[in-house]
């Protein structure tokens, strides 16, 4: 929230204060500043017109000589406007200022007659919006030789501060002063003296001897009858209603003082009435809403908005109730949204002569539900979410005829009505010396504390080793004793505080078999050469949905998408339900910036829906693309055989147990028909890899050996193990034996290998595929096949050997069309 | 006799073998199948049997004293062919082995990691919860109710009336109190999400990580000791803390932690915009609301909370100067952590 310096500074003297030392004792006390900015008009000062001569060298301008020291020689200034005269009080612009609109001011020659300078016009100095044809003359009390800012005070300090939101008694520049009153320990005064018609005294919860009235005249409440009546049905709503009639005001632009403090603290001036109803929500932090009155027709009504009734607001929306919005009617219609919107036919316009000013209290959930359903977050309804007192509400309703009276005249009309109570009494809290040392970790002396507690306007007493505090009534944030061992904290400052380790408890142990898995996977992933991708959770659900199709990813059928209400924008709309769309988007984005080569993983959960329940599934994706080349490896392999190498190294890792790779049918429109595998478990898919699309490398415009493929870690973890048996090495040689076949396409080789691992006799200790290359024979594949062969208690002879290869091979080559080399 | 006549023959022979072929070829010429030595052998069958054993032997002498010469003369040979072969020998050695595999992990993942560590050595434990979650894990149960104003601070993201995805890993602390009861000490990293507009220090989707200690007795000196700890381990030992008063719902009372400028180190400098601090995160007492949500008694048991910014910690940490480079997971980015320092 946005304060202005000299506006706090009316309410307690900050003369002796720095705006940047007020900034950090408001941070320190845990009201961070946020931001810091000063309103300042450098180099305008006021002057004195010496003497004026016309200029030698044009018609229209002449020359004035501006005093701003009486014992300087005066300036020189060539002038335009025919108003200024010998001994006005000027506005002197000299090198260096920059006016509104960057207008920069320069020493220059005009014509060949040196101006130091210029003498600035309203308009030029954004008091006024028109342009008047002259400058600005001054009254003749102004000082010569004074800044300008500091003559109109213009010249502030705004504070940007973040008000927690439990601290509602501080979102107002009076609410503010308050804190600063005890913070400061200084007294708070009044520029003007409030006014309440029944009890003739103001409280704001500050203790009388520390509050001050400045002299300003009584505001004269007129008894006279209203003409008409309030009547407020829904009390649990609107649990105090106030408001005050006023009659032959006149509407028109605000003075410039009032203008500029609003635009210093980021509201735009609409007109006089309207302005000083924000002007009041930033001093007492209480929304008004001024109604014209002649528009009204009969009473006023404080009631839940029929159903289906509809209201043109102040903003133009029509708006269409539900019936439970509180509203503001006459006897025929809607006038306001109650705390939220004014509504368009009762609002203040240029004709409006006669006002009636809300002063009210409404329930903050229900402002709050209102202003979110219909999208109507207003200055009032902001303010009514975070809760207004009732108890300063009459004097706000006051002030603000006071201030009305002073910018657009008018008389007031009758006494203010006022309906509702409100009590000063606040709950006590009992705390003791051992519990404030036991949560603070330090001895905590007890004086201090209990002079604290009082400058906060605290009620205290002390029985024995208990005190019991009772706070302000505006401190509805202050309940239990923790809260009060804040209040010291923050106001003692945490510096105080020792630094200690705690000794810990013994636990008892967490199965965190999960966790532990998703580590070991990510680091043997990594391990790999693969490289870690995060993307986020939601994803445009029509892009998702077509990359993905309809068909099940790893046996888990997608089902129903589960959208955000509220989505930031429509291509963050839906949760994902996979994480490949999101590396596929990462591939184009890499691909488009020249990355000709990657190895993305990303390790994360996909959401599903099953009836009502949500389901979050953990999964392991890869994108690769692309072949590093070197000297070494002059015959790079397709991509695909590098990730279900990766994939087989991790399961191998992990210690899964037998997996297969095989064909499958249905359609994973992201993938090569014919290039692609199932990953099976115990007969059981957790996944799958496949070399792209090429329809979708076309669409997307991208080129490359490009794979993916996605593991269903829920899955995989709950499968159980392979156990781990260690079996002594051989102190027998070992010998190699290759096997060379001449396979058929259609025939794969995987099965060739499976089934010699099947057959072969024990003393075969390893099977594996040494050479692979085509172009033998059309149709055929060369094959390698290599054994290690191994007795088990004694060296084979070459027959031995010989004897428990035939078998096999006689039942290779019975089962496969398959030929020996 | 013709033993020593072969003997010296031999030896010279040896002796002026050029290379280790030559020298074999001598080998072979008396130790070979049809070697001298084999012929002398046959002419022992002519021989009268008293003489035989004597004859044997001196040929059996004859036979291990030429294998002596040979096996020395091998020796000397090899060496010096060997050290010709090394002195001839041509390799390139600037040429690079295969390219690395490579590999790495987000940066983000690393912080996660080297935080996480810090706080297991510590005894804490590493635990997870739910991306959706209910209403009342994010909110109600930590001392935030429907109305709070509160909320208003935390945009969410709804997927209906009930359900939401998380906006902070606080619901952790409420998930672990329920399942594990006090004492305990537990780490939760993890994605969280708010409803921020993207730009170089928000993004909607990020990652906390939230630390729970339950004790009895427990002060926000312990929580500070702890802080200040986990800081020097992080940024080294004359890392320095501070704490500012602060308002959350959930902690009371609650405090804001700096660290001294990673950067500068409290000097002030662009990154700590001359203040000399740097914010990490958000800190306190457990509410004693909290604890009763989870049906924990506050009078027997109390506790601290904290958490921190992930991705902001990354973005300090490797002064990387916008949050979006982290989810576009460009390769040449994810490359640079590497060897990013870990551990």
Redesign the interface.
């Known amino acids: 929230m946005l304060y202005s310096f000299n506006w706090l500074n009316e309410f307690i003297s900050l003369s002796d204060l720095q705006p940047q030392d007020l900034a950090q004792l408001l941070n320190e006390r845990g009201l961070e500043v946020e931001a810091l900015s000063s309103e300042k008009l450098d180099h305008v000062v006021i002057g004195q017109i010496t003497k004026i001569y016309p200029h030698p060298n044009a018609d229209k301008l002449q020359i004035c000589h501006v005093k701003k020291d009486k014992d300087q020689a005066p300036l020189s200034i060539v002038c335009g406007a025919k108003n200024p005269k010998t001994g006005d009080k000027v506005v002197l612009c000299l090198e260096g200022a920059v006016l509104p609109g960057n207008f920069k001011i320069q020493e220059r020659k005009i014509r060949g007659e040196l101006s130091q300078g210029i003498l600035a016009s309203k308009k030029e100095l954004g008091i006024s919006s028109e342009d008047d044809g002259g400058i600005f003359i001054l009254p003749t009390s102004a000082p010569i030789g004074s800044r300008l800012d500091e003559y109109l005070k213009t010249n502030d300090t705004i504070l940007d501060v973040f008000i927690p939101p439990n601290r509602v008694d501080l979102m107002s520049h009076i609410g503010l002063a308050r804190e600063l009153s005890s913070l400061l320990d200084k007294p708070f005064r009044f520029p003007f003296e409030p006014y309440h018609h029944k009890s003739n005294t103001s409280n704001l919860g500050i203790p009388k001897g520390q509050m001050k009235y400045s002299k300003s005249p009584k505001l004269p409440f007129v008894p006279y009858k209203n003409s008409f009546n309030v009547k407020v049905y829904e009390t649990d709503i609107c649990p105090y209603y106030s408001g005050q009639m006023m009659k032959d005001v006149q509407i028109g632009p605000s003075p410039y003082w009032l203008k500029k403090r609003l635009e210093l603290l980021g509201v735009n001036s609409v007109n006089n009435i309207v302005d000083i109803t924000t002007w009041i929500l930033l001093e007492w932090g209480q929304p008004l809403h001024a109604f014209d009155l002649d528009t009204l027709e009969g009473g006023i009504h404080v009631k839940k908005a029929k159903s289906k009734d509809q209201m043109l607001a102040l903003n133009e929306d029509q708006l269409t109730f539900r019936g439970d919005e509180l509203v503001i009617r006459d006897d025929k219609k809607n006038l306001a949204l109650a705390g939220v919107i004014g509504g368009k036919s009762s609002a203040i316009s240029d004709k409006t002569k006669n006002i009636f000013i809300e002063s009210a209290v409404f329930a903050p959930y229900d402002v709050r539900r209102t202003a979110r359903r219909l999208g109507l977050n207003t200055a009032s309804s902001f303010q009514f979410s975070r809760g207004v007192f009732p108890h300063t509400s009459m004097l706000a309703l006051q002030r603000a005829c006071s201030l009305i009276q002073q910018v657009a005249g008018g008389s007031l009309q009758g006494s203010p009505y006022e309906e509702g109570s409100f009590s000063f009494a606040q709950k006590s809290i009992t705390i003791n010396q051992e519990q404030l040392n036991e949560r603070l970790g330090y001895e905590v002396p007890l004086n201090e504390f209990t002079d604290w507690m009082k400058k906060m306007n605290s009620k205290v007493t002390k029985r024995f080793s208990n005190i019991k505090v009772t706070p302000p009534y505006y401190r509805k944030d202050v309940n239990i004793k923790e809260d009060l061992i804040e209040e010291w904290a923050r106001l003692k400052g945490y510096d105080f505080v020792p630094k200690e380790l705690p000794v810990f408890a013994p636990q008892k142990s967490l199965n965190n078999k999960e966790l532990n898995f998703l580590e070991r996977i990510k680091h043997t992933v990594k391990e790999q050469g693969y490289y870690q991708a995060i993307n986020y959770s939601f994803v445009d659900h029509t892009l998702h949905s077509e990359f993905l199709g309809e068909k099940p990813v790893a046996d888990i059928p997608l089902g129903p998408p589960i959208f955000l209400t509220n989505p930031i924008t429509q291509d963050l709309n839906s949760l994902r339900q996979s994480l490949l769309p999101g590396l596929f988007q990462n591939l184009l984005f890499n691909m488009r910036h020249g990355e000709d080569f990657g190895r993305l993983f990303e390790q994360g959960i996909s959401f599903f829906k099953t009836g009502n329940r949500f389901e979050e599934k953990q999964y392991l994706s890869f994108m690769v693309w692309g072949q590093k080349k070197d000297i070494w490896n002059s015959n790079p392999r397709p991509t695909l055989f590098d990730l279900k190498s990766s994939i087989d190294n991790l399961l191998t890792l992990i210690q899964a147990p037998d997996w297969t790779w095989t064909d499958f049918e249905g359609s994973f429109p992201f993938l090569h028909t014919k290039r692609r595998l199932l990953l099976k478990i115990q007969g059981q898919t957790v996944g799958f890899i496949g070399a792209i699309n090429p329809m979708l490398s076309d669409q997307n415009k991208i080129r490359g050996d490009i794979s993916m493929g996605e593991l269903n870690l829920s899955l995989l973890l709950n499968i159980p193990k392979t156990e781990f048996k260690f079996q002594k090495p051989s102190l027998l040689p070992s010998v190699k034996r290759d096997i060379s076949l001449l396979i058929p396409n259609e025939q794969n080789v995987e099965e060739i290998l499976n089934f010699m691992k099947s057959h072969a006799p024990a003393e075969f200790r390893q099977i594996s595929l040494v050479d692979y290359y085509e172009g033998v024979q059309k149709g055929f594949r060369s094959v390698s096949f290599r054994f290690i062969i191994q007795g088990s208690d004694k060296t084979l002879s070459e027959k031995q050997i010989s004897s428990l290869q035939q078998p096999m091979v006689k039942a290779l080559l019975k089962k496969y069309p398959v030929q020996i080399r | 006799m013709k033993y020593q006549e072969i003997l010296k023959t031999a030896k010279d022979e040896l002796s002026q073998a050029p290379d280790t072929n030559a020298l074999y070829q001598v080998r072979v010429r008396y130790l070979g199948k049809n070697g001298t030595i084999t012929s002398l052998m046959k002419e022992l069958k002519n021989l009268s049997p008293e003489k035989r054993p004597a004859f044997g032997q001196q040929i059996n002498e004859l036979k291990n004293a030429i294998e002596e010469h040979y096996q020395n003369r091998k020796k000397t040979l090899k060496k010096s062919e060997i050290s010709h072969e090394v002195s001839k020998d041509f390799l390139d050695l600037s ?12 940066p ?2 690393q912080i996660i990691q080297k935080t996480s560590s810090i706080f297991t050595h ?2 804490y ?4 919860g ?3 979650e209910t209403d009342w894990y994010n909110f109600s149960a930590l001392n935030i109710p ?5 909320r ?2 935390q945009d969410t ?4 009336s009930e ?1 939401l ?1 998380r906006t902070h890993t606080s619901p952790v602390q409420i998930r672990s109190l329920e399942r ?1 009861k006090p ?4 780490i939760a990293p993890g ?1 969280v ?1 708010r ?4 730009d170089s220090s928000h993004s ?2 990020f990652h906390q990580m939230e630390g729970l ?1 339950i ?1 009895r ?6 929580l ?3 802080l ?2 986990f800081l020097k381990e992080l940024q080294g030992s004359s890392a320095k ?7 959350f ?1 959930f902690t ?5 932690y700096d660290s001294s400028c990673f950067i500068c180190k409290g000097k002030g400098c662009s990154l700590c915009k001359g203040t000399g601090w740097i914010e990490i995160g958000g800190c306190g ?1 457990v ?2 609301q909290v604890l009763k949500a989870s049906e924990v008694n506050p009078e027997k048991w ?1 506790g601290f909370a904290f958490g921190m910014g992930m991705d902001r910690l990354a973005l300090l940490e490797y002064g990387i100067p916008d949050i979006r480079l ?7 980015f ?2 640079q952590f590497e060897n990013a320092l870990f551990f």
């Open positions: 040429l690079p082995g295969p390219t690395p595999k490579g590999g790495a992990f987000h983000i993942e510590l005894g434990k590493k635990v997870s739910p991306l959706i429907p109305d709070h104003p509160s208003d601070n993201f709804y997927l209906d359900h995805l594990l004492p305990l000490a537990i994605a999400f409803r921020d507009e993207i909607p989707h200690f004790d007795k427990v002060s926000m000196s312990h500070k000791g702890t200040s700890y803390i501070r704490f500012r008063p602060s308002f719902p009371e009372p609650s405090a804001e007492l509410h004693p109390q982290f989810y576009e997971n460009r390769m040449s994810l490359e």
